[in-house]
């Protein structure tokens, strides 16, 4: 098993700009996949951006350029800088992962799921 505890969210302006942390623990594994996913209230969930085990990142199109997601293996712990962040951008932040390679990434078929940190951008 893995768990995995995101914080960083807190209330932020519009334009401004938060760091989120998901930190692993329990099961080692050698090869996977993390990502971050956010649901507004009332909306699905979404894809957000996400790394694997050898540094490559995707991210959703809507947040290309402004958010960058990283990974630290000695820590444990994969890291979200979101900048120049949107009121519509208000929701709660999941980290997820998977123990293998995700050649689809943004579906949702992570093993593991985090409780969530709360992000509120106000205009």
């Known amino acids: 098993q893995v768990q995995l505890v995101e914080s960083g969210g807190g209330l932020v302006q519009a334009g401004g700009s938060l760091k989120l942390s998901c930190a692993a623990s329990?099961?080692?594994?050698?090869?996977?996949?993390m990502a971050w996913f956010r649901q507004a209230p009332g909306k699905e969930r979404e894809f957000v951006a996400a790394i694997n085990w050898i540094g490559v990142t995707s991210y959703a199109d809507s947040v290309k350029g402004r958010f960058t997601i990283s990974g630290d293996n000695a820590k444990r712990t994969v890291y979200l800088q979101m900048n120049s962040l949107k009121p519509g951008e208000t929701a709660v932040y999941s980290c997820?992962?998977?123990?293998?390679?995700?050649?689809?990434?943004?579906?949702?078929?992570?093993?593991?799921w985090g409780q969530g940190t709360q992000v509120t951008v106000s205009s």
């Open positions: 329990g099961r080692t594994l050698s090869t996977y996949t």
């Open positions: 997820a992962c998977a123990g293998r390679f995700l050649g689809e990434p943004a579906s949702f078929v992570y093993d593991y």
